[in-house]
T-cell receptor
Framework: NAGVTQTPKFQVLKTGQSMTLQCAQD?????MYWYRQDPGMGLRLIYY???????DKGEVPNGYNVSRLNKREFSLRLESAAPSQTSVYFC?????????FGNGTRLTVT | SQQGEEDPQALSIQEGENATMNCSYK?????LQWYRQNSGRGLVHLIL?????REKHSGRLRVTLDTSKKSSSLLITASRAADTASYFC?????????????FGQGTELSVKP
């Protein structure tokens, strides 16, 4: 089973550039989440989608947008990247606990 | 703001010793979960304890929960070098919160052979 797949694995952007991080799960989960992980900060929730067709803000949504394209896919978009968005981004999914995580996208904004 | 605070931030032990990590949280919870993260990988679920449970075991893992003190501990017995990883607690609120988890900052465990 592939589980949760994130693409790309690594990305370097210049300040002001835009990009979309892709996430897909093959476990038929209802809920999907985007977290960012920074040293000493643990994981912080950016956005989540409790079910297909709904999205809600998490703890740190500023500078991001999301799209729940269908039940399988949940994308995260940075419209104008800033150095403060340098981080490792994790997608996760679940129907009932626990969360299943992808292996992350390491993003550097210069 | 972070829900969970973990202690210690880093722990170094010898193989065969026990490792104890603690987690404190601020608000009422539905359940508390522990996850493990190997370097460069995503998080993997270890164990879930519900708010009405006080202790739970899974293999070499023992988790306790004290809702009056808003704290939990994870004990790994007879540790192995392969247990080297970061460990995170995460709390889940009520069902009206979309099932989202709030994570602590993690404990970095190093087990020396």
């Amino acid at each position: 089973n592939a589980g949760v797949t994130q693409t790309p694995k690594f990305q370097v952007l210049k300040t002001g550039q835009s990009m979309t991080l892709q996430c897909a799960q093959d476990m038929n989960h209802n809920s999907m989440y985007w977290y960012r992980q920074d040293p000493g900060m643990g994981l912080r929730l950016i956005y989540y989608s409790a079910s297909e067709g709904t999205t809600d803000k998490g703890e740190v949504p500023n500078g991001y947008n999301v799209s729940r394209l269908n039940k399988r896919e949940f994308s995260l978009r940075l419209e104008s990247a800033a150095p403060s968005q340098t981080s490792v981004y994790f997608c996760a999914s679940t129907t009932v606990s626990p969360l299943h995580f992808g292996n992350g996208t390491r993003l550097t904004v210069t | 703001s972070q829900q969970g605070e973990e202690d210690p931030q880093a722990l170094s032990i010898q193989e065969g010793e026990n490792a104890t990590m603690n987690c404190s949280y601020k608000t009422s919870i539905n359940n508390l979960q522990w996850y493990r993260q190997n370097s460069g990988r995503g998080l993997v679920h270890l164990i879930l304890i519900r708010s009405n449970e006080r202790e739970k075991h899974s293999g070499r893992l023992r988790v306790t929960l004290d809702t009056s003190k808003k704290s939990s501990s994870l004990l790994i017995t007879a540790s192995r070098a392969a247990d080297t990883a970061s460990y995170f607690c995460a709390t889940a609120g009520g069902y009206n919160q979309g099932g989202k988890l709030i994570f602590g900052q993690g404990t970095e465990l190093s087990v020396k052979p």
